[in-house]
């Protein structure tokens, strides 16, 4: 797979959250918005999106159930 490093996302308030990322998602990020890019042929601003969904959705189940009241 080519190297695909964002250096910004297209979509700004992608670009907001996955700076705010630490290293683990976003690498994890990173890997899902090019695997949708290039293997799916979806274009890179959609792609990123959804790699943002998922990595939020990879974040809320590694840190676990909360627990409230």
């Known amino acids: 797979m080519p190297n695909y490093r964002l ?10 959250a996955v700076a705010a990322l630490d290293a683990d998602a976003r690498e994890y990020f990173e890997e899902r918005a090019a695997i949708i ?11 990123e999106r959804r790699a943002l969904a998922l990595t939020r959705a990879w974040l809320a189940r590694r840190r676990g159930p909360s627990i409230t009241g």
Do not use: K, M
């Not at 250096?7 to 907001?16: E, F």
């Open 7 to 16: 250096n910004s996302a297209l979509d700004p308030d992608v670009a907001a």
């Open 37 to 47: 890019e290039f293997d799916g042929g979806v274009q890179r601003i959609d792609a």
